[in-house]
């Protein structure tokens, strides 16, 4: 069964600080992974994919098939970055549905 | 805004009752998605239909439950005989297949059963 699993329910970094956000996924297939952000009183928005290679916002993404991870990493963590983050996988070969962790909720104190 | 819109945004209900969400997708998007979303959570898939076609549902989606997009358009979501374990925050998304199928989630319809 597809799970994701994202160990930190909240993290806490000062600004300027690294910041990685881990995500883990459980998927024999051949998965699509995503980073999703919800900042305070706003809806829920992709991020960035893990096909697309992009660094959104400063944050990137690697896909690491071998660890079975897809951890979201940003070298200098600006204050408007507090926020909630889900990571969620999508089998590329069929499901459209989009598993989603628990999420982990990031502040950057000032 | 011409975002996914949802409708009501807030609903509380007696243990029983029936409710139904209505969801506006953007504009021309084919897809249309149902997602539930409890506390310490993140969201869970319910069903999603491409135009007026539902083309999964998730075992979530009990025989209380269910979806509709009869034009391709908008679509309701209802509930029949709410229980206490419906309390959760319904979102609805939309997609358009041929760009990028990038999905767009709406505010959600927060439901309390009493």
């Known amino acids: 069964a597809q799970r994701v699993t994202q160990p930190e329910k909240l993290l806490s970094v000062f600004k300027g600080a690294p910041v990685e956000l881990k995500c883990n996924y459980s998927?024999?297939?051949?998965?699509?992974l995503f980073w999703y952000v919800q900042y305070s009183r706003q809806r829920l928005q992709l991020l960035l994919r893990?096909?697309s290679r992009e660094s959104i916002k400063g944050f990137t993404a690697d896909l690491n098939k071998g660890e079975t991870s897809f951890h979201l990493k940003k070298p200098f963590a600006q204050e408007e970055d507090s926020a909630m983050y889900y990571c969620?996988?999508?089998?590329?070969?069929?499901?459209?549905?989009?598993?989603f962790g628990k999420g982990t909720k990031l502040t950057v104190n000032p | 805004d011409t975002g996914v819109s949802q409708d009501p945004r807030h609903k509380i209900t007696k243990r029983g009752q029936n409710v139904t969400f209505r969801c506006d997708p953007i504009?021309?998007?084919?897809?249309l998605y149902w997602y539930r979303q409890t506390l310490g959570q993140g969201p869970e898939f319910l069903t999603y239909?491409?135009?007026?076609?539902?083309?999964?549902k998730s075992r979530l989606l009990s025989d209380r439950f269910s979806a509709e997009r009869p034009k391709g358009s908008f679509s309701t979501l209802e509930i029949q005989r709410t229980e206490q374990g419906d309390s959760a925050m319904y979102l609805c998304?939309?997609?358009?297949?041929?760009?990028?199928?990038?999905?767009?989630f709406g505010e959600g319809s927060w439901l309390t059963v009493v």
């Open positions: 893990h096909i």
């Open positions: 239909f491409q135009n007026e076609a539902q083309l999964e």
């Open positions: 998927y024999s297939g051949s998965p699509e």
């Open positions: 998304a939309s997609s358009l297949v041929w760009a990028g199928n990038t999905i767009y």
């Open positions: 969620a996988l999508k089998d590329q070969g069929g499901s459209e549905k989009l598993v």
């Open positions: 504009s021309e998007h084919n897809r």
